[in-house]
């Protein structure tokens, strides 16, 4: 980016100024030998503009809203509109849920963002023997169209975009959405939001997983052939590197994994017959805002910069929209401490506002109280309003891409963006992200990586505040937010007076026809939404496809 | 420790959460103290857990969760250990578990409950010193 004159003269004043700081040295050394990220990179003292001279700019870093995409996805950014706020919330029964939703709504929250129980993540009815002690625990228990219904009570979908952190039984989520909206008078065409539907990312690091590979990329390019005609601003997925880095990735694994992930749903969308312009402007992403402040924001831009050459290198993409990288983020859960909690407060404020700088779609920042249980009320309220002090308070929004050009940020892009490059190589190789995921190779390195933060910690090598340094004597929190257990009987009466109710042959009819579709190549989703529209239950439906597809059976990643 | 026999142990994943980034750190940390670890995976029911610790003839189970579900699963796992005789097996537990329910827990047995930001060392020195057999 400099001419050879220049970038003579600085490299000449930078060996001067080297030597003149090296007797300071001798007598007080910096406070580590080397420094290196939790990724590996080495951090020098000082960067100046020969860390910087292979750069092209136009190449490298552009414009915003155009190709690479380096600077952000919009040409305006945070000028024209901030990012969506939306908390990702629920738990207990549909009814609790809906009002802590209209309470975020009029709390100023721009989109909602729902957590269902485990029972409904993994395809289960509230009263399978397997769900007994989980369900409305981590989310709302949803059963049937009846409970959804009671979900979205008095919020117009039309208005709202909802996202669902919903994934091997998403085609059940989505189909129970879009007959919510049918209800309300809402067309699909006009339906926004997300459902996450990354179930690659399910085998290495989230675990709610039901069929094997093979017949879930099916459904999900059933879900992105459905969407592309009937759903069409839906994001009808959610490639999350979030999970992988909860599961204690680097923010290098973060990028290479998910996009591996990502490039696996292109291909099985290609194969499928589908055009990849058709589907590609609706792939969104999903990352985690964790605590090294500028490695985080140079693995935003990378990771854009990255998929936006795929796409249009690897998959000839031709629309500008399948390039561009859409994401949420979310801060780091795994980075919060049950000691001292407050302390919590500022380190979600940092993490988001790397999200910002990151030039993030989306944002949920976490409740002080996480490490703990469900957030409260009061602690969701602190974390809303670190959202909204940092569009509204503190000026970063005014302009786009603020750090760009910093030597450090530009270099640890570029260094990012090197190094998950070399990791989806090696992916490649081992055949793909699922084939990968098979042999162990992506949860090995993930937990091998986890292994070695904690050891860190323990030797005193990371310093965590309040947990290994300045550390006090506490009392335990109270009045932390608790499920009622009898959420669970009131599901399993509602379940039993929901059978009672509908026709229950026609239900058997649609389950048949949906075994039949299952084993034939029709797309599911028509045949889900009309069982959905009969009040078979997501349990129900999930256990028709599990007759045909099966399940999952991970493979052991410990020991040798 | 009278016998050579290493210690074994069975690090068990009760409940429906995925969350074992862990339980796998602690299993990984077990193994470099020396001992025996055996990991069931996830979604393991208490029957299942149960039935592990008897076949492995472990020494130790370690039950890790975050879903909030201990407060059923726990002691439920202990009721069937209980049926079976089971009676000489340390049980510990770890996860995201409010300190208001360890008081219940450790009445139905559990003998302690590592949360958030336990050095894995402290466990190792806990098991060594807290065996039953």
């Known amino acids: 980016m400099y001419d050879r004159k220049t970038i003579e003269e600085i490299t000449r004043e930078y060996q001067r100024w080297s030597d003149k700081l ?77 009002r802590r939703y209209r309470f975020l709504l009029e709390q100023g929250q721009t989109g909602l963002s729902v957590a269902f129980d485990l029972p409904t993540q993994i395809g289960y009815d509230s009263d399978h023997p397997l769900a007994q002690g989980e369900v409305g625990k981590v989310g709302v228990a949803i059963d049937s169209l009846k409970d959804m219904e009671t979900l979205f009570d008095q919020i117009p979908l039309e208005k709202v975009s909802t996202s669902m952190t919903i994934n091997a039984p998403a085609a059940v989520l989505l189909a129970m959405y879009i007959a919510v909206g049918e209800q309300q008078g809402t067309a699909s065409k006009d339906l926004r939001g997300t459902i996450q539907n990354d179930i690659l990312k399910e085998y290495s690091a989230r675990g709610t997983y039901i069929f ?63 055009d990849v312009d058709e589907f590609a402007p609706r792939l969104s992403f999903f990352f985690n805002a964790h605590l090294d402040f500028l490695e985080e924001i140079a693995k935003f831009r990378a990771a854009r910069r990255l998929w936006a050459v795929i796409m249009r290198e690897r998959f000839k ?185 509908r026709n229950n042959d026609k239900v058997q009819d649609i389950l048949g026809d949906l075994r039949k579709a299952a084993g034939g190549s029709d797309n599911l989703m028509p045949i889900i939404l009309e069982a959905v529209r009969a009040y078979a239950t997501l349990g129900e439906i999930c256990d028709a496809l599990r007759d045909v597809f099966g399940e999952y059976q991970p493979v052991s990643t410990l020991g040798g | 420790m009278t016998n050579t026999r290493k210690i074994r142990i069975l690090a068990a994943k009760p409940g429906l959460d995925g969350h074992d980034r862990g339980v796998k750190v602690i299993a990984n940390a077990l193994m470099d103290a020396g001992m025996e670890v055996i990991y069931t995976g996830l979604r393991q029911s208490p029957e299942q857990i149960v039935e592990t610790a008897i076949q492995e003839d472990v020494d130790v189970i370690a039950l890790s969760i975050l879903s909030g579900a201990h407060d059923f699963l726990f002691p439920r796992i202990m009721e069937l250990l209980k049926e079976k005789g089971v009676t000489d097996v340390l049980v510990i537990g770890g996860g995201i578990i409010p300190d208001e329910d360890i008081g219940e827990l450790k009445k139905v047995g559990i003998a302690e409950i590592f949360g958030p930001g336990t050095y894995t060392d402290d466990i190792v020195t806990y098991i060594q010193e807290n065996l039953k057999r």
């Open chain 1, 22 to 98: 090296e007797p300071t040295l001798a007598k007080r050394p910096e406070r580590k030998a080397e420094f290196i990220n939790t990724s590996g990179i080495p951090i020098k003292r000082v960067y100046d503009p020969t860390d910087m001279d292979d750069f092209d700019f136009l190449r490298n870093i552009g414009l915003p809203g155009e190709y690479p995409f380096t600077r952000g996805v919009q040409p305006t950014m945070y000028r024209g509109r901030f990012w969506t706020m939306r908390q990702y919330a629920g738990f207990a029964s549909a009814e609790d849920t809906n």
């Open chain 1, 317 to 501: 993409a031709k629309d500008p929209r399948s390039m561009m990288m859409r994401f949420h983020t979310q801060t780091a859960g795994c980075t919060l401490t049950a000691q001292q909690p407050k302390n919590n407060i500022v380190r979600v404020a940092f993490q988001a506002l790397s999200a910002v700088l990151g030039g993030t779609q989306s944002l949920h920042t976490n409740s002080m109280d996480e490490a703990f249980c469900l957030p409260s009320e009061e602690a969701v309220q602190v974390a809303l309003r670190t959202q909204q002090l940092i569009a509204h308070e503190s000026g970063v929004t005014d302009t786009v891409d603020p750090l760009a050009g910093s030597y450090y940020v530009e270099r640890l892009t570029q260094e990012v963006y090197d190094r998950a490059q070399k990791y989806i190589e090696t992916i490649d190789e081992l055949g793909g992200a699922a084939a990968a995921i098979e042999k162990g190779y992506i949860q090995r390195e993930i937990q091998d990586s986890a292994y070695r933060y904690q050891k860190e910690i323990e030797k005193d090598e990371r310093v965590v505040v309040g947990v290994n340094r300045f550390q006090i004597e506490e009392e335990p929190p109270k009045d932390l937010l608790r499920v009622d257990p009898a959420v669970r009987t009131s599901q399993i009466k509602r379940l039993e007076k929901l059978r009672s109710e």
């Open chain 1, 212 to 274: 094997p590979p093979k017949p879930s990329m099916r459904i999900i390019t059933d879900i992105f052939a459905f969407c592309s005609q009937e759903v069409p601003q839906w994001n009808s997925i959610s490639i999350s590197g979030y999970h992988i880095r909860e599961a204690g990735s680097t923010a290098v694994q973060e990028v290479a994994f998910t996009l591996a992930d990502g490039i696996a749903y292109v291909e099985a969308a290609i194969n499928a017959g589908l």
